[in-house]
């Protein structure tokens, strides 16, 4: 990469795209609504169950003008995804004033653990024990979904939901090799705590990206 493209890439004029895709989301809050999809490259968090692990090192994938995805992004949808890898590693203040301007609402999926930027409507903070969110990310969340692999994730998930504020929705979802036996349980425990919704990979149900 040389450097004038690195300058670009790091003022957020530029993004390491992955893909981009229009199609129905399928998790969280907004789970059934038409989303174009942006997923950047370059995440450091290290999930062992992430299933989009080829997103992790940036140099793979190509640095986009933010204005071409935008110009992609209004043909199809007035909602936009921009997910990952881990999207604030770099600056999102570029590409969501320009997807705002066309009238393109801005989601976001973001594990946290890097500053907080660019304008959204709506923000998911899903955190990672490997790579906790930093303290400006909690308040800024509409969502927090917290991935349940295991019994003691759930203690993480109330650990994390003290730190948000109160508009914040709050979500238990089952890490998908381990839907069978987890499902169950976060079924019990929403009913105990109903504060907590259910959100399910319904994508991977319905075969679609």
């Given amino acids: 990469m040389d450097k004038n493209t690195k300058d670009l890439v790091n ?5 390491p795209l992955m893909e981009e895709f229009y199609t129905i989301q399928g998790e969280g809050a907004h789970t059934g609504t038409a989303a174009y999809f942006i997923r950047v490259g370059g ?3 290290g999930c062992h169950w992430c299933d989009v692990k080829e997103s992790w090192n940036a140099e793979l994938h190509p640095p986009t003008l933010a204005d071409t995805i935008v110009n992609n992004v209004k043909k199809h949808a007035n909602t936009v995804v921009i997910t990952g890898g881990e999207p604030l590693m770099w600056s999102m203040d570029y590409i969501t004033e320009s997807l705002q301007k066309n009238n393109i609402r801005t989601h976001i999926e973001t594990s946290g653990a890097y500053s907080f930027s660019g304008k959204w409507n709506w923000f998911c903070l899903s955190p990672k024990k490997t790579k906790m969110p930093l303290a ?3 308040p800024e969340a509409d969502e927090l ?3 349940i692999h295991n019994t003691s994730d759930f203690a993480f998930a109330e650990q994390e939901a003290a730190k948000v504020g109160p508009k914040c929705q709050l979500y238990l979802q089952p890490e998908w090799s381990k839907k069978e036996k987890m499902t169950a349980l976060i079924v019990d425990y929403v009913m105990k705590n109903p504060k907590w919704k259910i959100s399910l990979q319904t994508h991977k149900y319905l075969n679609i990206p």
């Fill in 11 to 15: 003022k957020g004029i530029m993004l």
């Fill in 43 to 45: 995440c450091d968090v």
């Fill in 136 to 138: 400006e990310c909690y």
């Fill in 145 to 147: 979904k917290m991935i």
